[in-house]
C-alpha cells in the first residue's frame, strides 16, 4: 500500500439546505490553514452570487486541505462540495462516489429533513463510511440530543460519539477533522491498473478549455497523456493535470487515489460529462466505473427577449451559459405571439430558476417563459412512440392513440401540524399516497406523483402551507399512461401559443378558468371589448371578458401641471414598450408571467 | 397668427384648511408665514429681469382669498411696477364660497381684478362635508351673488365629479344649481385621486370606488347641461359663455410663456420649464436673506425641440378647437401632418381624431380618450 493514499482522505458534506454545509466547509479550509483568513473569502466553495443568495450550492468543486492529525502525521483531505438540491441528485451521487466518507450534518435545531434522508440514502449507495455531526449547538433552541435519536432511530447510525459543533462559532470543529481522519477508509492502491478516473464536474475556462474534476480510481494520469471518455468516445491531449488548493495547482500526476483536475483543449462541457469514465487511449481499461447515466432534462420551456430585439444577445447569454452547465439544453423555436425565442431543457425548476436569475443577472437579459413542460410520451395510432416537450409540437386528437406523463417518488418532510395540509395539496395534485413515517415531531410523507403537478408552482403551495417548514424531495420513477389534454387560450379571438399547455383532463376546467382570469386582470383596457377564452380543442371551457377601454384622460393641465403630467403620461406609456401583439390586442409581458403563478388555495 | 401673450401666475399657498383630496402645495394653520410669504414674493417680482408686457394676471392657490385683501392689491401694485399690464389684461384670482364676503371683493374690484374663480365643488352639502369643504351650497350661493352685486361679470365655478357618494343625479343637480346662478364659465373636473390625501385612502381600502361608465356619464351631462345654458367646452374639462373663456389658460394651452411667482409656481419662458420651491420656508429665506436672482429657488430645465413638440401637443389637444397645423408647423418647423402620419390615420380611423380645416382635435369619444390618443404621440 503506497503511503500517499495512507495519507489521504476523499469525502463529502452532506446536509438539507441551511444546515450549514458551506459553513463548515469554510471552517475546515479555516481550521488546515491551507489558506490564511486573510484570503479567505466569506464561503469560499460557494462561487456564484446566486448560490450564496439561496444558501445553496449549484456548480461542484472540490478542495486539498494539508491537516496534521493528532497522530503527528500530515494528511491530504480533498473535500468535494456537493450541489444542494434535488435537481441535481445525479451530481451529487456522483461527487459521492468519488469520495470513501461522508460528514452528514445535522441541525441540532431542526433534526432530519427530506434531504438529509436522500443524501444519506446516496452516500450508502455509494457504500461511503458517514460521519454524522450535529452542528449549530449554539443556537438557544439546540437539542443535540433529539438529533441523536434522529440519527440512530432512523438512520440508523450510532450517533453518541458524533462531534457537537456551530460551524457559524467555529467551535469543536477540530473534533471533525479527527474524525474525517480517523474513521473514513484511505482510499486503495490501484496504480498499477489501467487508469480509470471519474469524471465528477467540468467547468469552462476561456484560457484553458473545459476543467474537468476527477477522482483517480485505477493507474494514473499526466501531461501529454492521451486520454479517452468511455462514454462520450472522444479522445484528448491531456495539457495540464493539477490538484485544487486555493486555486488551480498544476503537479506532476494524478495516481490512484486522488483528487484534481485535468486539462485537454476540451471546447465543450457536453463532452465531459458528470459520472463519464476517463481512461488512456493507449492502454484502455475494459470497463467504465459504474453509474453513468445521461443526465436529461425534465422540464423545458420557451425562453424569449422581453424586448424582442435582443434575440441574438439571448442567443449569445445562452451559449455562455451552456459552457459551463451540460445540463442546460436550447433551441431556436418561434412563436406566433413571442417572436423568436428558444426552447430550453432544465433538470428541474430550480435549475430553470437559477439561469433565469443568471441571464438576468449576468447577461441583463429581460426574458418572457412560457409553461414549464414535462416531457409527454405520445403513443401515436400507427404505434410510433413520439416526445413531447413543447404543447405546440403535440400530434393532432386523431393521431393519438393514447399518452403517457413521467412520475416521481416525492418524499415531503414536514412539522407534523401540517400534515393534514400537506396530504390534501398532494391529493389535489394527484398523488398517491405511499407511506407516513413520524421521525420525532416531524412526518416524512412519501407519495407518487406526476411531475406535472411538481413542476406547476407545487413547491411555492407546500411552503405557504407549511410557513416554509416542509422540505422536498423527488426523483423520476416511470412513465404512467395518463387523461391529458391540450388547452389553448384564445385573446380577441386569436390563439396565443405561448400560453397552450398540456393538463390532466380533470383539471382543464379549472386551470383554463384560472388562467383566464388571470389573463383579464393583466391585460390592459383597450379601444374594443376583448374576449379571453380558454379552449380543448375547438371546445370553450372558461370565458373571461376585458371591457372597453371608456376613460383615460388627465382632468387638470394648467401651467404648472405640464412638466408632472408629460411625465404620468410617459411613465404609463413606459410599460406599453414591452407589450406584445397578438392580432390587434397589445399584451403586457406581466399577462404571460402572471399566469405561471396560480394559487390554488 | 402665433399667440404671443405672456401671462404671470401668483401662487398663494395658504388655506383654511386642507380639502380631502388636494395634494397641492398649500398650508392650513401656518398664518404666521404670511407676513413673510408676501415680503419674499415681492422680492422675487422684482428681481424679474425682463421687460414683459403681459395679457394676464393669475392668483392661484391655496386659497388666494383667504388671506388680507391688501396684500392682494399690493402684490398686484409690485406687479404692475415691474410689468406693463395690457389695457385689458385678464386678472383673476381664485376664492372660497365662504371667504368671499363683499368687502374683500370691494377691494379686488378696486385693485383691479377682473375675474373671480370660486371653489365650488358641489352644490350637494353631504358631499361637500366628504371630501372635506369648509362651505355648503348656501355659501356658493350666496358668493355668486356677492361676486355680481359687486360688478364682476366674468367670473367662474369649479365643480367636481366621481365623487364619493355621488351619483349622476347629483351631479346633474349640481350643474344645474351652478348654471342657474348665471356663472358664464364652469370648470368640471373629474376627480383625480393623489396619492397621501385623505380621500386616496378611502379609495384604497374600498370604501368608494370610481367607475369609468359612471364618470363618463357625468361628463356626457355636463356636455350637455351646460351646453343648454350656452356653456360651450373649449377645453376638456373648461366650458364658458362665448368670449367668456379664460384667457390665462387658454394661453398657456396656446404655448405661450408665463412666468410663476411664489413657492411651488411654475414658470415657461422660451424653451424653458421652471419650478420654484413647494418648501414655504425655503422660499421665504431666499428671498428674504437676499438672493439676486428671481430664480434663485426654482429648478429650470431646458427642454428639446422634441420635448417641446409633445407638450405642445398635450396642450394642443386638450383644446375643443384642437391643434393648429399652421400654427405647429410655425414654431417648430415642421409639417405636422407629414411628421405623425400614422398617428393620425389610425386616430381618425378609430373615431378618436378629426381633421377640419387645418386642425387635428378631438371627437367626442376622443375626449374621453385624450391621454390614450396622446400617449401615441409621445
Known amino acids: 500500500m503506497g503511503i500517499k493514499q495512507e495519507l489521504t482522505r476523499n469525502f463529502s458534506i452532506i446536509a438539507h439546505i441551511d444546515h450549514g454545509k458551506s459553513t463548515l466547509a469554510d471552517r475546515l479550509i479555516e481550521s488546515t490553514g491551507m489558506i490564511s483568513k486573510r484570503e479567505m473569502v466569506e464561503q469560499v466553495l460557494d462561487k456564484m452570487d446566486i448560490e450564496r443568495e439561496r444558501g445553496i450550492t449549484i456548480k461542484l468543486q472540490a478542495v486539498r486541505l494539508i491537516y496534521k492529525a493528532k497522530d503527528g502525521k500530515e494528511y491530504f483531505l480533498n473535500l468535494i462540495d456537493t450541489p444542494g438540491h434535488v435537481d441535481f441528485t445525479y451530481e451529487v451521487s456522483r461527487s459521492l462516489a468519488a469520495c470513501e466518507g461522508a460528514v452528514l450534518i445535522v441541525d441540532a435545531t431542526q433534526g432530519i429533513q427530506a434531504q438529509t434522508m436522500a443524501n444519506v440514502y446516496l452516500a450508502v449507495d455509494n457504500d461511503l463510511e458517514i460521519v454524522p455531526v450535529i452542528n449549530k449547538i449554539d443556537l438557544p433552541s439546540a437539542d443535540p440530543e433529539m438529533a441523536v435519536r434522529e440519527i440512530e432511530d432512523y438512520i440508523g447510525l450510532p450517533a453518541q460519539d458524533a462531534p457537537r459543533i456551530s460551524a457559524k462559532e467555529g467551535i469543536n470543529i477540530d473534533q471533525v477533522l479527527e474524525a474525517i481522519v480517523t474513521r473514513i477508509p484511505h482510499p486503495e492502491d490501484n496504480n498499477d491498473k489501467p487508469l480509470r478516473a471519474l469524471v465528477f464536474d467540468s467547468v469552462y475556462d476561456p484560457y484553458l478549455g473545459v476543467i474537468c474534476s476527477i477522482r483517480v480510481r485505477d493507474g494514473a494520469i499526466k501531461a501529454g497523456d492521451r486520454i479517452t471518455f468511455m462514454a462520450g468516445g472522444k479522445q484528448f491531449d491531456v495539457d495540464q493535470v493539477g490538484v485544487f488548493t486555493d486555486r488551480l495547482m498544476p503537479v506532476a500526476k494524478l495516481e490512484s487515489g486522488d483528487v484534481g483536475y485535468f486539462t485537454a483543449s476540451i471546447k465543450d462541457v457536453g463532452d465531459t460529462r458528470v459520472g463519464d469514465t476517463v481512461t488512456s487511449a493507449a492502454h484502455p481499461a475494459e470497463e467504465p466505473l459504474p453509474g453513468y447515466k445521461e443526465v436529461r432534462p425534465m422540464v423545458y420551456c420557451g425562453i424569449y427577449p422581453a424586448d424582442g430585439s435582443r434575440y441574438e444577445d439571448l442567443k449569445e447569454a445562452l451559449a455562455k451559459l451552456k459552457l459551463n452547465d451540460a445540463a442546460l439544453s436550447y433551441e431556436p423555436e418561434t412563436s406566433a405571439a413571442l417572436g423568436f425565442g428558444f426552447r430550453c431543457g432544465f433538470l428541474g425548476l430550480l435549475h430553470l430558476e437559477v439561469t433565469m436569475q443568471r441571464l438576468d443577472r449576468e447577461f441583463d437579459m429581460d426574458v418572457i417563459t412560457t409553461f414549464p413542460s414535462v416531457v409527454y410520451k405520445v403513443i401515436k395510432t400507427d404505434g410510433s412512440v413520439v416526445e413531447v416537450d413543447n404543447p405546440a409540437n403535440l400530434p393532432g386528437p386523431s393521431e393519438i392513440n393514447y399518452m403517457e406523463e413521467p412520475y416521481v417518488d416525492a418524499s415531503i418532510m414536514t412539522p407534523e401540524e401540517y400534515v393534514g395540509s400537506v396530504m390534501d395539496l398532494c391529493q389535489k395534485r394527484r398523488g398517491e399516497y405511499v407511506t407516513m413515517e413520524y421521525i420525532e415531531n416531524r412526518v416524512l410523507l412519501r407519495y407518487v406523483m406526476p411531475l406535472n403537478e411538481i413542476i406547476y408552482d407545487f413547491f411555492d403551495s407546500l411552503k405557504s402551507r407549511t410557513k416554509g417548514y416542509a422540505s422536498l424531495d423527488y426523483e423520476l420513477k416511470e412513465y404512467r399512461r395518463s387523461e391529458l389534454v391540450k388547452l389553448d387560450l384564445y385573446i380577441n379571438g386569436d390563439i396565443v401559443d405561448a400560453l397552450s399547455f398540456i393538463v390532466f383532463s380533470e383539471n382543464a376546467y379549472p386551470r383554463g378558468r384560472s388562467i383566464a382570469q388571470k389573463l383579464k386582470e393583466n391585460i390592459p383596457r383597450q379601444l374594443f371589448e376583448i374576449p379571453i377564452q380558454a379552449a380543448i380543442g375547438g371546445k370553450i371551457i372558461a370565458r373571461e371578458t376585458v371591457k372597453a377601454l371608456r376613460k383615460d384622460v388627465i382632468a387638470k393641465c394648467y401651467g404648472g401641471d405640464v412638466s408632472r403630467k408629460k411625465k404620468l403620461l410617459e411613465k404609463q406609456k413606459e410599460g406599453k414598450k414591452r407589450m406584445r401583439q397578438i392580432g390587434t390586442v397589445s399584451i403586457p409581458q406581466e399577462a404571460f408571467t402572471a399566469v405561471l403563478k396560480l394559487d390554488d388555495d | ?378
Open chain 2, 1 to 378: 397668427m402665433l399667440n404671443t401673450d405672456k401671462g404671470i401666475y401668483i401662487h398663494i399657498p395658504f388655506c383654511a384648511s386642507k380639502c380631502a383630496y388636494c395634494d397641492f402645495v398649500s398650508y392650513a394653520g401656518r398664518d404666521s408665514l404670511i407676513e413673510s410669504y408676501f415680503e419674499a414674493l415681492f422680492r422675487q417680482i422684482e428681481l424679474f429681469p425682463y421687460d414683459w408686457a403681459v395679457n394676464t394676471v393669475y392668483f392661484g392657490g391655496g386659497t388666494p382669498s383667504y388671506v388680507d385683501a391688501r396684500l392682494i392689491s399690493e402684490t398686484l401694485e409690485k406687479t404692475a411696477r415691474r410689468f406693463t399690464l395690457a389695457r385689458d389684461c385678464e386678472i383673476s384670482l381664485e376664492a372660497n364660497p365662504n371667504s368671499l364676503s363683499p368687502k374683500k371683493l370691494e377691494i379686488y374690484k378696486k385693485a383691479g381684478i377682473n375675474r373671480i374663480s370660486i371653489g365650488a365643488q358641489s352644490m350637494d352639502d353631504d358631499i361637500l362635508r366628504l371630501i372635506g369643504r369648509a362651505h355648503r351650497r348656501s355659501d356658493t350661493v350666496k358668493a355668486a351673488e356677492n361676486v355680481l352685486k359687486a360688478g364682476f361679470d366674468n367670473f367662474n365655478l369649479d365643480l367636481m365629479f366621481s365623487l364619493p357618494k355621488q351619483t349622476a343625479a347629483d351631479f346633474e343637480d349640481t350643474l344645474k344649481a351652478a348654471a342657474d346662478l348665471g356663472v358664464p364659465h364652469i370648470s368640471c373636473y373629474s376627480l383625480t385621486l393623489e396619492e397621501n390625501t385623505p380621500i386616496y385612502r378611502l379609495y384604497e381600502d374600498g370604501t368608494y370606488s370610481q367607475d369609468d361608465e359612471i364618470d363618463r356619464q357625468m361628463y356626457r351631462a355636463a356636455l350637455e347641461i351646460l351646453a343648454s345654458y350656452g356653456l360651450r367646452r373649449y377645453e376638456i374639462s373648461n366650458f364658458a359663455l362665448p368670449g367668456r373663456e379664460c384667457r390665462h389658460n387658454t394661453d398657456c394651452w396656446d404655448f405661450c410663456s408665463y412666468a410663476g411667482f411664489g413657492a411651488a409656481a411654475c414658470s415657461f419662458i422660451r424653451n424653458t420649464r421652471l419650478e420654484t420651491t413647494g418648501d414655504i420656508g425655503e422660499f421665504i429665506r431666499t428671498f428674504t436673506e437676499g438672493a439676486g436672482e428671481w430664480d434663485a429657488a426654482s429648478t429650470a430645465y431646458e427642454e428639446t425641440a422634441g420635448e417641446l413638440a409633445e407638450d405642445y401637443i398635450m396642450l394642443a389637444l386638450r383644446k375643443a378647437s384642437g391643434l393648429n397645423e399652421s400654427d405647429f408647423s410655425a414654431r417648430f418647423g415642421e409639417d405636422f401632418r407629414k411628421m405623425y402620419t400614422d398617428i393620425i390615420r389610425e386616430t381618425v380611423s378609430e373615431g378618436l381624431a378629426e381633421e377640419v380645416g387645418g386642425f387635428y382635435r378631438l371627437t367626442d369619444r376622443g375626449f374621453d380618450l385624450a391621454g390614450y390618443v396622446t400617449k401615441k404621440f409621445l
